[in-house]
Structure formats: C-alpha cells, structure tokens
C-alpha cells in the first residue's frame, strides 16, 4: 500500500519514527516541508500548494495523510482510496471538496483530545479562580486585582454543561467528575445512554431549557453548518450572571458580537477561549484574534488556539495516524470515519458527537 504524507511535513526523526510503527506492507512517500503559513496549527492556514512534488506524490498513493488540499491535488490523486485528515478536522468545506473530487473514504484524527480536554480544564481553572487579574495585580504590588472583585467560583457541586460528547467533551466529562460537579450533555445520539451519572442528556434542542441552571458551559463540537452561530445572544440572557464559558471547538461556533457583549456587559462572569474569529497569516505575524477588543476584557482567558500544543503532540500524531494506516492495509474499516465514497448524498458528520 502506498500513502502519501503531505502533511504535517516530517524531520528526518519523525520519519524514522513514523516507519518504525508501519506495517511492512506500507511505503510512505512524503512531500517536502511546506511554507510556515501551511504548516501553522491553526484554522486559517492556506492550502496545501499544489507543487509538482506534491502532485507526483499522490497521483500513484493508495492513501493520502494531509489536509487542506486544492482541486488541482484531488484531481491528480486518482487512484486514492482513503484519505487521513491528521487531525481533528477538517471543515465542511473541504469536505465538501473531498467528496465531489474523489470516491474515497475521508476519516480523521483524535490523538489531541487528551490535551485539549485538559487545555478546556486549565481555561475553566483560570476563569473560576480569578487567577490572570490577581496575577498581574500582584506583579505590582497590589494584593486585591480591583475594588469589589469578584471571589472565585467553585466548581465542586457546580453544574458543567458540555456542548459535544466527542472524544473531547468525553473526556472533559471524566476529568470533571473529579471535581464533584453536576454533569449535563448536549449531543446528537441521547440513545447512546453516556454518561450513566449525567444529571441531564439531551440535545440542541433542550439548550434553552438547561442553560439557566448552567454554571460552566464547555463548547467542543467541531464547526458545521449545524453549529455555526450555534450560541447567540438569547443563550447568554439566559444564563446565571455568575456562569463561565469555556471554547475549544470554533470561534464561529459562538456569535463573535453577542459574546463579546455578554462579558463586557456581565451578562456572563467570564470566559476561557482558545478558538478565535481572526487569525494570523503566519504564526509570525501579529494580529488580535477579534475585531472587538477581547483584549481589554479582564474577565477573560485568552489562549491562541495553543489546546493541542504540547510536549507530546508530534509523536501522538503520528502513533494515531501509523495505527490507522496499518488498520486500513490490513483490510479492515477505518476509524474515526467522517465520509464513505458509497454514502455519496447522505449527510455529513454531525456537529454533536
């Protein structure tokens, strides 16, 4: 079987890394490293650049690992099968072009849901306990962040609301149950029967129903055309004063205006956000992450889309993505299956679960 890794560009040691895991069966050939504003970690990285390299790399490829890809690249990969999205994503859109490019299968990646689950955790953390304020305030000397600042929130007996029970929102599911909290669920599947100790599994539609009671609202469903805009103004009027917001799924998931609104207003107490609406052209650049000033908010924790960036991020990866590849030469059915070439005109992939 032969795969194309377009990408995330390998050093010399992930290579050896990744081959050390493939099953004999298997020869990569990978594109060389791609320009830093493809190879950023983030939602607006351009497309993959549809170089003769990276043409010839996947017209004779069984299965390509990438993500991104442009007309001109699916069209030469005519004789791929399945195609590996190394991550998380990708968007409806290019979905969308996956699907009208090629009979394939279009599967992808959980290996960042453990970090970002615990990234969700240390934001929600941050909020609660007031620790950015009180971190800068002591910096200079003052021991209190502000006249009548607010006291820290505790989470024990608390209800957290999680908005997605992937295999991030599962996750978050678990690691708060350490803290003692009251557990809700929105998610697409309410017959599944998980979590068995959720006070509450419903779906989108028992939103309105379930946010006045919420505490901690978690957001971690992939953006669709289903969750876009998902929460809006209504939502936040509906929640406590006193309530916190935690997003590691999409900025467009929250409406960008409304939110900022809620937590100048104090509609909302606060929030920890690691999904954004603008973003840099390369990570070099400097660019603030809203048209509106965020920034100037002290009830919020800002993160640059970082949940995933960790010490352990690369070999995680390329394990999950190796376990895939040696899935699919063996002959049995991908994982994580967003899209199949014979479900051509069915829906796509929820934005729930």
Not at 120 to 134: E, G
């Amino acid at each position: 079987m032969k795969v194309a890794w377009l990408r995330p560009a390998l050093t010399g040691e992930e290579r050896d890394f990744l081959l050390e895991m493939l099953s004999a069966k298997i020869t990569v050939q990978s594109a060389p490293p791609l320009p830093l504003s493809v190879e950023a970690r983030r939602p607006g990285a351009a497309s993959l650049p549809a170089t003769e390299e990276v043409l010839a790399c996947v017209r004779d490829a069984d299965v390509i690992v990438g993500s991104r890809f442009t007309a001109e690249i699916l069209s030469a990969a005519a004789r791929a099968r399945v195609v590996v999205v190394p991550f998380a994503g990708p968007a409806d859109a290019e979905l969308a072009l996956l699907r009208q490019y090629g009979q394939w299968t279009v599967c992808n990646s959980h290996y960042n849901a453990p970090f970002v689950a615990e990234h969700a955790i240390a934001l929600l953390l941050a909020a609660a306990k007031r620790l950015l304020p009180y971190d800068r305030a002591l910096r200079q000397g003052r021991w209190r962040a502000e006249r009548g600042a607010a006291a820290s929130m505790t989470l024990a007996g608390k209800t957290m609301t999680v908005l997605g029970y992937g295999a991030i929102g599962s996750r978050i599911v678990t690691l708060a149950r350490g803290f003692g909290m009251r557990l809700i669920v929105i998610r697409r599947n309410v017959s599944a029967g998980e979590p068995r100790d959720a006070a509450f599994v419903g779906t989108v539609d028992d939103l309105e129903q379930i946010l006045p009671e919420t505490d901690c609202l978690m957001v971690c469903v992939p953006l669709t055309d289903e969750t876009r805009g998902l929460l809006g103004e209504r939502h936040w009027r509906l929640m406590k004063r006193s309530a916190l917001v935690v997003n590691v799924s999409r900025g467009e998931v929250l409406e960008e205006g409304a939110l900022f609104r809620a937590l100048e207003t104090g509609e909302i107490a606060g929030a920890g956000i690691d999904a954004w609406y603008h973003y840099p052209a390369d990570d070099e650049a400097l660019q603030l992450p809203s048209e509106l000033p965020f920034h100037t908010l002290h009830n919020v924790v800002m993160s640059p889309h970082r949940a995933g960036d960790t010490d352990e991020r690369t070999r995680a990866q390329i394990t999950d993505v190796a376990q895939q590849l040696n899935r699919i030469a063996d002959g049995e059915e991908p994982s994580n299956v967003l899209w199949k070439a014979s479900s051509a005109g069915t829906a796509p992939r929820s934005g729930l679960d």
